[in-house]
């Protein structure tokens, strides 16, 4: 069965500190795996997304990496600010013959505090 | 706002009222997308839309029924709701469908509560 699973739960970091969020998946075929933030109160957007033959993708702050051998990835986020507060979610896509499907995680909801 | 807007943000029903969700794509995408979103559990995706047509219907109770009248907007449209239903609704698009890889811009949300 395809699916998602993220830990923590939920986080709570004091600002200016990094964590690290991680997703593993039993998605297969894999396609691609997105990580998304949703704001409260907003919808999901997309962060990165990463394919089979890459390890590591970043935007900004956040960097993510991929092991398709060990089905995992993780978000890493630096020097976090009040505004990373959000959840934090990981979608995997999966190949078949009707085309892709996007499985979803739970998501981690990150807390930054001053 | 620009990209994907939803009215309304906040609604609240009772199980017997009717209500419609409003979603609108301003990205010039053909496929959109109704995902219902609860707390501590991932996505589910209730429709899709492709070219106006409804490609994928997810076993959503018939007290749902989406419509689709462009490749702009989509609608909810809510009836007899049961207060399991309370959770955030989501609209979404994309250049192409969720089959081909492209990314899926989602609107804010419709928070929904059923009394």
């Known amino acids: 069965k395809n699916q998602v699973e993220q830990s923590p739960q939920s986080l709570i970091i004091l600002e200016g500190k990094n964590c690290t969020l991680q997703c593993n998946y039993t998605v297969s075929p894999f396609s691609n795996l997105r990580w998304y933030k949703q704001d409260t109160g907003r919808g999901p957007v997309s962060l990165t997304i990463?394919?089979?033959?890459?390890n590591t993708k970043s935007n900004g702050r956040y960097t993510a990496t991929l092991d398709a051998d060990t089905k995992q990835s993780s978000l890493h986020i630096t020097a976090s600010q009040l505004s990373d507060s959000a959840s934090y979610i990981c979608?995997?896509?999966?190949?078949?013959?009707?085309?892709?499907?996007?499985?979803f995680g739970a998501g981690t909801i990150l807390r930054v505090k001053s | 706002e620009t990209g994907v807007t939803q009215t309304p943000r906040h609604l609240v029903m009772g199980m017997t009222n009717k209500k419609s969700l409003k979603c609108e794509q301003h990205l010039g995408h053909n496929a959109m997308y109704w995902y219902k979103q609860s707390a501590k559990k991932p996505l589910e995706l209730m429709f899709v839309y492709s070219l106006e047509e409804r490609v994928e219907n997810n076993s959503v109770p018939s007290r749902f029924s989406p419509e689709c009248p462009n490749s702009s907007h989509l609608f909810l449209h809510l009836h007899t709701l049961q207060p399991e239903d309370s959770a955030l609704y989501l609209c979404a698009s994309s250049q192409g469908r969720e089959q081909t890889g492209h990314e899926q811009f989602f609107g804010p949300g419709t928070r929904l509560t059923v009394l």
């Open positions: 990463m394919t089979f033959s890459e």
């Open positions: 979608v995997v896509s999966a190949a078949g013959a009707g085309g892709n499907k996007l499985v």
